[in-house]
């Protein structure tokens, strides 16, 4: 049997695939899954990710900074302000990037809007809805991903599933199309 993410080749009893590890499917369930519209996942690329996270950090950023000029004279006015405005827009900014992912992510789009602007989509390994605390946990891990020089986020272009670190931490995958396709 051949695999459908790798295409090598192996044993006919095998459940999975001895070079990717990706789910082995029985060429008769495969032929009447096609049959029916189902295919098996497609997994998002590095560009489309990366594009991706361009267009929500520029809106991260835009949405921040509204959200900073609109409380900052609120926070200035009160008596105990510890830090300056700018420090306040920065924890702010933080703040906002930190929840943006995970609110995104764990609702029914499975997307931030840059996601859902290029097409993808994540998913647990299964490509279902993951909960908020997972979306966090694959949001905190991309520290780690940024922490080693970005080869973190490189991965994706390398791995067979096109995992990012974070991805492979939180166990994700990052999908093409609109969720429920598959």
């Known amino acids: 049997m051949f695999c459908s993410q790798c295409g090598k080749e192996n044993p006919e009893d095998a459940q999975y695939c001895n070079e990717c590890r990706a789910a082995l499917v029985p060429p008769a369930i495969s032929a009447l899954r096609d049959a029916m519209g189902y295919g098996m996942p497609e997994y998002a690329g590095f560009w489309l990710r990366f594009f991706a996270m361009i267009t929500d950090a520029v809106i991260i950023h835009v949405g921040g900074a509204i959200l ?7 926070y200035l006015l009160s008596p105990e302000n510890t830090v300056g405005p700018a420090v306040f ?5 933080g703040v906002v990037g930190f929840l943006y992912y ?5 609702q029914a789009w499975q997307a931030t809007p840059g996601k859902r602007l290029m097409g993808i989509y994540v998913g647990g390994m299964d490509s279902r809805r ?10 905190l891990a991309k520290m ?3 922490f080693i020089f970005g080869i973190g986020y490189i991965m994706a272009a390398f791995t067979p599933k096109k995992q990012a670190l974070h991805d492979i931490f939180a166990e994700c995958l990052v999908l ?3 969720p429920g396709e598959q």
């Open 68 to 74: 900073a000029a609109i409380l900052s004279p609120i």
């Open 144 to 146: 780690v991903s940024s």
């Open 176 to 178: 093409r199309g609109r």
């Open 102 to 106: 995970p609110l995104f992510e764990s």
């Open 89 to 93: 827009g920065i924890m702010l900014l």
């Open 130 to 139: 993951v909960s908020f605390w997972r979306a966090f946990f694959r949001n």
